[in-house]
């Protein structure tokens, strides 16, 4: 019996209906991972939740919920809180959901802006803080019993969560600059204890919350292929790395913001979105 039979591995998605989310649950079904899905849509997971069960052999859950309603997310925490046979503990969570609704901050509706805080802070912190202690604790009594495995969280910020200032995006780049930090700190006090907590700071990437921004005609390079996303994050989470940045060009960014004035980064910013 090969050891991905005899030790299952089980992740849980949020986000995983589309894009970068059903991406990570295909490349973590191929690597022989048991996925829970969570989005709100559930006839997509239902879907992919036979695709990956058909394609790979793996055991799949589809648990629709909107993480922005109490109810919904009290149902995941719950899940992910599981140690038994039947909901079996998770090995990885990859914290995915997330919005971004643009525009100038001073005209934004309300609804909106409670919507990204709630999905993109509340609910990713929630979740972290549902399955950590039971990872931390199974993570000890798996080295100590010899059977030391990958246990942790994969958070999705973003390169805007870097930017000195986002005008347009207010909103989203400033949850996504608390992804970071909480993400750093979580790595800081998880760190000998057998738990893995890392960051991935994709840029533009073709998923339907970035249609506006296709639509505006961007080059093809300023894109990275969610396929290389989730397969860099995923090396990176599993090296014990806190941070990773698919792709040179991003790289490259992330580079050039530790150097560049963040008055000189301003001003273009305004100029660009005036």
Not at 53 to 61: A, H, I, L, N
Not at 116 to 123: H, M, S
Request: a positive charge; hydrophobic letters at 45%; glycine letters at 8%.
């Amino acid at each position: 019996m090969s050891d991905r039979h005899a030790h299952p591995r089980t992740a849980l998605v949020t986000g995983a209906s589309t894009g970068i989310g059903a991406e990570y649950a295909r490349q973590l079904a191929e690597r022989g991972y048991s996925v829970v899905l969570v989005a709100r849509s559930a006839d997509r997971l239902a879907s992919l939740a036979t695709e990956l069960t058909e394609r790979y052999g793996v055991r799949t859950q589809a648990l629709p919920a909107d993480l922005t309603a109490d109810a919904d997310l009290a149902q995941v925490e719950e899940r992910l809180r599981a140690t038994g046979d039947a909901d079996a503990p998770i090995d990885l969570l990859v914290n995915n959901a997330g919005q971004g609704h643009g525009g100038e901050f001073a005209t934004q509706p309300v609804e909106g802006i409670d919507s990204t805080i709630a999905l993109n802070v509340r609910a990713l912190t929630r979740l972290a803080r549902a399955v950590l202690p039971v990872q931390i604790e199974r993570a000890e009594r798996l080295r100590s019993a010899g059977r030391p495995r990958p246990i942790g969280v994969i958070n999705v910020a973003s390169v805007a969560g870097l930017l000195p200032s986002s005008p347009g995006g207010a909103v989203y780049a400033a949850t996504k600059a608390y992804v970071l930090s909480f993400t750093d700190t979580l790595a800081v006090e998880t760190a000998g204890r057998g738990v893995r907590v890392s960051a991935v700071l994709p840029g533009y990437v073709r998923t339907d919350m970035t249609r506006y921004v296709q639509e505006r005609g961007l080059p093809d390079f300023a894109f990275v292929p969610k396929e290389r996303v989730v397969a860099d994050s995923l090396r990176a989470w599993a090296a014990g790395r806190r941070r990773v940045v698919p792709s040179p060009q991003y790289q490259a960014v992330s580079a050039l913001l530790h150097v560049l004035p963040p008055g000189l980064f301003n001003t273009v910013a305004r100029r660009v979105n005036p």
